[in-house]
């Protein structure tokens, strides 16, 4: 089964780094997904080209040690441009995707808080 690891971004402080208690929660999160793929040698974060979801995919990229990975903007995932659910369609392998809310409570359900994730099956 493939698995779509939906995260909202951290809370962004400038520059290129997180607010110092949303970097360890991010990081927190990122090492349960982590512990989650037990057969993935290679994995792609996507996220949107806003700032806080580049600063958080890196951060998860970094805490995902032993397994390759690709991050990937994808302006479809921008807020409110494009539905996440739509890009996940054509996902063929599980990969992580760091976006933003209402985006994401679209698809999941869910309201998420900021670094934190829900697995979602496709």
Same mark, same amino acid.
């Given at each position: ?14 520059? !290129? ?6 970097? +360890? ?13 037990? !057969?993935?040698?290679?994995i792609t ?25 690709t991050?990937?903007?994808?302006? +479809?995932? !921008? ?23 209402? !985006? ?19």
């Open positions: 089964m493939k698995y779509a690891y939906i995260m909202r971004h951290g809370v962004y402080e400038s520059g !290129d780094s997180l607010i110092p208690s949303s970097e +360890e929660y991010v990081k927190q999160n990122a090492r349960l997904i982590k512990s989650d793929l037990l !057969d993935i040698e290679a974060v996507f996220h949107s080209p806003a700032q806080r979801a580049l600063v958080t995919a890196n951060t998860v990229a970094n805490e995902l040690n032993g397994i390759r990975v991050l990937e903007a994808k302006t +479809e995932l !921008d807020f409110n441009k494009y539905e996440i659910g739509h890009f996940l369609e054509k996902q063929k392998e599980t990969c992580i995707v760091v976006s933003h809310e209402p !985006d994401i409570k679209r698809i999941t359900g869910e309201k998420l808080v900021s670094g934190s994730y829900v697995r979602w099956n496709f």
